[in-house]
Nanobody, 124 residues
Framework: QVQLVESGGGLVQAGGSLRLSCAAS????????MGWFRQAPGKERESVAA????????YYADSVKGRFTISRDNAKNTVYLQMSSLKPEDTAVYYC?????????????????WGQGTQVTVSS
């Protein structure tokens, strides 16, 4: 079965950096657009970034543009989210998800495989 396992979350001070990883198995990774999403307490899950199956197209939410970078290594079946200049409002559980040959701007409902999430906490 498909498994997506996130890692790399933690506690960091404002202005700091973290790199999240998501290791995928049970799917043809290179055929999936991969996305990062986050959900803060009391808020809806929101899209953060996405990368096309070949890596040529990316999407970023306005709130993270210039601070976060999504990348992927198809040889390692892994997608990354490099987060820099972190702010307290970035605090959330971060999830990776897979969307078969989807557009990078696809809605959340189009992602049909999800990881369990990793907590990111940014202190002020």
């Amino acid at each position: 079965q498909v498994q997506l396992v996130e890692s790399g979350g933690g506690l960091v001070q404002a202005g700091g950096s973290l790199r999240l990883s998501c290791a995928a198995s049970g799917l043809i990774f290179s055929s999936y657009t991969m996305g990062w999403f986050r959900q803060a307490p009391g808020k809806e899950r929101e899209s953060v970034a996405a990368i096309s199956w070949g890596g040529g197209n990316t999407y970023y939410a306005d709130s993270v543009k210039g601070r976060f970078t999504i990348s992927r290594d198809n040889a390692k079946n892994t997608v990354y989210l490099q987060m820099s200049s972190l702010k307290p409002e970035d605090t959330a559980v971060y999830y990776c998800a897979a969307n078969f040959r989807g557009d990078v701007g696809a809605a959340i409902r189009n992602y049909n495989h999800w990881g369990q999430g990793t907590q990111v906490t940014v202190s002020s």
